[in-house]
């Protein structure tokens, strides 16, 4: 009933950008916050950066000052803007959002993910 398509990964050569961006259809009453999480070889999956329906927002320490998390409410979209990439932002970045589909009814749901490798 919901879906969440992520785009924008890619190959980048350290010190470079790019821009995530996650589109959010289906049967969406409200969306209560957009995240992005991301998941290196190895690793657990952490959280980059939420953006909440009240509009703040929060990043992890390591990529605050770097990346940018952008929310269209209209379109239901979120982007995440990466700047100054580094070799260990390398990871399958995945977008969430907590979605009501009714006014009753909440949930948590997951995009495909999208590759990032920072890599020269």
């Known amino acids: 009933q919901v879906q969440l398509v992520e785009s924008g990964g890619g190959l980048v050569q350290p010190g470079g950008s790019l821009t995530l961006s996650c589109a959010a259809s289906?049967?969406?009453?409200?969306?209560?916050?957009m995240s992005w999480y991301r998941q290196a070889p190895g690793k657990q999956r952490e959280l980059v950066a939420v953006?909440?329906?009240?509009?703040?927002?929060n990043y992890a320490g390591s990529v605050k000052g770097r990346f940018t998390i952008s929310r269209d409410t209209a379109k239901n979209t979120v982007s995440l803007q990466m700047n100054s990439l580094k070799p260990e932002d390398t990871a399958v970045y995945h977008c969430?959002?907590?979605?009501?589909?009714?006014?009753?009814?909440?949930?948590?749901?997951w995009g495909q993910g999208t590759q990032v490798t920072v890599s020269s």
């Open positions: 969430n959002a907590d979605i009501k589909t009714t006014p009753w009814r909440r949930g948590d749901y």
């Open positions: 953006s909440r329906s009240g509009g703040s927002t």
């Open positions: 289906g049967s969406i009453f409200s969306i209560n916050a």
